[in-house]
T-cell receptor
Framework: DTAVSQTPKYLVTQMGNDKSIKCEQN?????MYWYKQDSKKFLKIMFS???????INETVPNRFSPKSPDKAHLNLHINSLELGDSAVYFC????????????????FGPGTRLTVL | GQNIDQPTEMTATEGAIVQINCTYQ??????LFWYQQHAGEAPTFLSY??LDGLEEKGRFSSFLSRSKGYSYLLLKELQMKDSASYLC??????????WGAGTKLIIKP
C-alpha cells in the first residue's frame, strides 16, 4: 500500500484556471505538508497542517489554499493559475506533536508536476 | 538569513566511495536530515543526525559537527542506482525544515 499518495501525477492547464491536487496518507501521522519544488530543485514548504490546524503558512500567494477534511487528507487548491506556478508539488506527512516537534522523518508523496500554459 | 550549502554536482565511479558535504547557517538547530531523490521521484529519507558524530547505516553514513555547522553523507561501494540528488535539510529553532538545493551525484561504470 502506498504510504502517501497524490493525484493527479501530471496536471497541464491554462493560465487563469482553478485546480486542485489531492493528498492522502495512510500512516496515521498527525502532520501533513505541501512543498513546491521549482526548476532549481529547491524544496520550499508552503503549508503544514497538524490535526486539521494550520501551523506553518509560509508567504505564499493567497491563491493557494490548503483544505484538510480529516487527518489523513490535505488537498491543495490553486485559484487563477499563473505561469510561475509551474513546478512539482509534493505532499508529505510526519508524526509530529501539536507543539511542533517536527523531528520525525517526513514521508513524501510521488509529486504532482503542474504545467501552466 | 538561513543558508544550506552543498556542491551542485559530483561524479564518482561504481564501487568507489564518495563524500557529499553540507554546511549550514541557520537560526538554531534541531537536527539535520539527508534525503535521496531520484530524477522525477519524491525525496526518500536516508538519515537524521542531532548529536555530533558518525551514524552508520549499511553503505551510507552521515556525520555531524554542530560547532562547525557541517555534515557529510558518505556512500560506500557505489552502485549505479545511487545516481540521484542528495538533499541536506536542517531543522531550525522554530522546527522548520530548511532545505539545500541538493547535490546531483553521477555514477560512472
Amino acid at each position: 500500500d502506498t504510504a502517501v499518495s497524490q493525484t493527479p501525477k501530471y496536471l497541464v492547464t491554462q493560465m487563469g484556471n482553478d485546480k486542485s491536487i489531492k493528498c492522502e496518507q495512510n500512516l496515521g501521522h498527525d502532520t501533513m505538508y505541501w512543498y513546491k519544488q521549482d526548476s532549481k530543485k529547491f524544496l520550499k514548504i508552503m503549508f503544514s497542517y497538524n490535526n486539521k490546524e494550520l501551523i506553518i503558512n509560509e508567504t505564499v500567494p493567497n491563491r493557494f489554499s490548503p483544505k484538510s477534511p480529516d487527518k489523513a487528507h490535505l488537498n491543495l487548491h490553486i485559484n487563477s493559475l499563473e505561469l510561475g506556478d509551474s513546478a512539482v508539488y509534493f505532499c508529505a506527512s510526519s508524526q509530529a506533536s501539536r507543539e511542533g516537534l517536527l523531528t520525525d522523518t517526513q514521508y513524501f508523496g510521488p509529486g504532482t508536476r503542474l504545467t501552466v500554459l | 538569513g538561513q543558508n544550506i550549502d552543498q556542491p551542485t554536482e559530483m561524479t564518482a565511479t561504481e564501487g568507489a566511495i564518495v563524500q557529499i558535504n553540507c554546511t549550514y547557517q541557520t537560526s538554531g538547530f534541531n537536527g539535520l536530515f539527508w534525503y535521496q531523490q531520484h530524477a522525477g521521484e519524491a525525496p526518500t529519507f536516508l538519515s537524521y543526525n542531532v548529536l555530533d558524530g558518525l551514524e552508520e547505516k549499511g553503505r551510507f553514513s552521515s556525520f555531524l559537527s554542530r560547532s562547525k555547522g557541517y555534515s557529510y553523507l558518505l556512500l560506500k561501494e557505489l552502485q549505479m542506482k545511487d545516481s540521484a540528488s542528495y538533499l541536506c535539510a536542517v531543522l531550525d529553532s522554530n522546527y522548520q525544515l530548511i532545505w539545500g538545493a541538493g547535490t546531483k551525484l553521477i555514477i560512472k561504470p
